[in-house]
């Protein structure tokens, strides 16, 4: 019997079959552990079926990968699960990859998972309880600490997120990660988003509805390295700050006003020297410290400017987050329970 989804306010009619979930995972150069991370979520699929009645299907999300994960996935079985293989034409970055996930689930609910083992299978059937159970929309999971990080990155990603956070309505998490379920109301709303440059973590703040924060401990890395160095986290910090948030733009006014402040007083006080006390002020210092000052600052405030206009470049071209160059999908193969079921019916 299928549970009662009343409080997430599904757009569903009398009489309309459970809903479902889909599990997107991208997956870049992930060859030499997906099997086993499909394995597992062919059993997870079997738990959540027998829990909750609901039927999931997994959507392999291949990035542009250079080694066999495409081949290796194409072959996967369907066991208890609906299986879908969306191929992009090129590595377009994780973000697009998502999208692309997101853009191939089915209308029920949307698991978002890493395809390197990081994103513990055991915690899904927790995360679709609070879905089912309690109602929630957007349940995303959150490091539970950043211990083994350095104090450098720890006080960078703390910088990011005060930035990213001011003055805004709706607060980005910190340290939400991109493990996440969201109902199928909060998928349809993000489906909805129309830009370019995404900031799936910003994204699915963004829309609202009940969100619940989950702590957890990522688990190391199985194999493989991660494809995000250093150099590539500043460029997504950057994305997400200017696509998310002006206030950089309005740092850059504060500095300004800041910046003549200074020089006023600074004014003020050369005055005062040279009418009151008779002194003569020494010039050339501190014309080049000014100098200096003003253009640095002014040199910064047109690349944060710059930035921006980029953005807008690229949202006017409005060209497409991504191109598949295949896509299959395999129905689960029924399993004993279904044929049970059918006999019942
Ligand atoms: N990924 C992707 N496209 C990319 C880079 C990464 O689809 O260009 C996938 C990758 O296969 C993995 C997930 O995104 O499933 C997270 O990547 P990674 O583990 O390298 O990042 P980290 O966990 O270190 O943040
Ligand atoms: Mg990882």
Redesign the pocket.
Known sequence: MAPNREPTGLPTEPGAHAASLSIV??????AAGLDRLHARLAELAGQLRQRFGLPSEVVY?D??STDATLRIARDLPATNLDVQVVSLSR????EA?LMAGLDHAGDGAVLFM???G?HSPDLVEKLVGYWIDDGYDVIYTAKANRRNESALRRLAVHAFYGLVNWGARQKIPEDAG?FRLLSPRAAAALRQLPERNRFFKGLTSWIGFRQLRVDYE?AP?AYG????STKRLVGLSIEGLTSFSVAPLRFASLLGLLLALGAFLFGLSILWETWVKGETVPGYPSIIVGMMTIGGVQLLMIGVMGEYIGKILSELKARPIYFVAEHSRRRAEATADDHEQSAAE
Do not use: H
Request: proline share 8%; no cysteine; aromatic share 12%.
């Open positions: 995972v991208p997956l870049y150069n992930e999300v990035d542009g590595n377009f970055g994780k990859a890493d395809g390197d990081q991109d990522p890395r390295v991660t494809s995000f």
